[in-house]
């Protein structure tokens, strides 16, 4: 079977104020998943919120795109992801991660992650864990100026991560041979103990 590859000119690009009021609604939707999975409210408000939640779903669905729209490159660089499931300012579903690239080419970020990303009762989900480190270190290969996608992606998880309170991730290219990039990194708790290693080969496509 053959996979579709949708080129960047196949998708619809927003304007700065689209992808601004768009991101508005991602957050608030993002509040909403996190009411959803702790409101107490009675039954009745339940129905009643669900249903306000429908009409507002077909208000949107009357008009859609094939596909998750993109925003134009920053400073010479790809074109964003917009719906990218990590840190996609339009997507509900990414957990609040903003990664920024220090001048030594380390990508770092700091967040908090809630109840709605919980694995094991009071800390969050291994499978969380994987996948911010595993675009942590995405960005570490594309800083590094040998962008790939994960090949290999190796993780140890040395104590549990909790959830609500600050945490901090980073992660840097190690090295490079041909077409694969090599980085590691890692997340921490507010006490500085290191949580979760990763390690991660990422392999430039052959065009």
Not at 44 to 73: C, N
Not at 77 to 92: E, K, S, T
Not at 183 to 202: L, Y
Request: charged share 20%; aromatic share 4%; no cysteine.
């Amino acid at each position: 079977m053959t996979t579709r590859v949708y080129r960047t000119d196949e998708r619809h690009l927003l304007g700065e104020g689209e992808v601004a009021d768009r991101a508005g609604l991602a957050a608030a939707v993002r509040e909403l998943i996190e009411a959803a999975v702790l409101t107490a409210a009675p039954p009745a408000d339940v129905r009643a919120a669900t249903a306000e939640v429908e009409a507002a779903t077909a208000r949107l669905r009357t008009a859609r795109h094939d596909l998750p729209p993109l925003a134009p490159p920053e400073a010479g660089g790809m074109a964003r992801q917009l719906a990218n499931p990590v840190g996609g300012a339009l997507n509900p579903i990414a957990p609040p991660v903003a990664i920024a690239v220090l001048p030594d080419g380390t990508a770092r970020a700091e967040f908090t992650l809630s109840a709605v990303h919980e694995g094991p009762p009071s800390f969050v989900h291994g499978g969380v864990s994987a996948m911010i480190l595993d675009q942590l270190l995405g960005v570490a290969a594309l800083a590094n100026g040998t962008p790939g996608m994960t090949a290999r992606l190796d993780l140890r998880y040395r104590r549990p991560t909790p959830f609500g309170v600050p945490l901090v991730a980073e992660g840097k290219a190690s090295g490079s041979e041909g077409r694969k990039t090599f980085a590691e990194a890692r997340i921490t708790g507010p006490d500085g103990r290191v949580t979760v290693e990763a390690t991660a080969m990422f392999v430039m496509p052959v065009r």
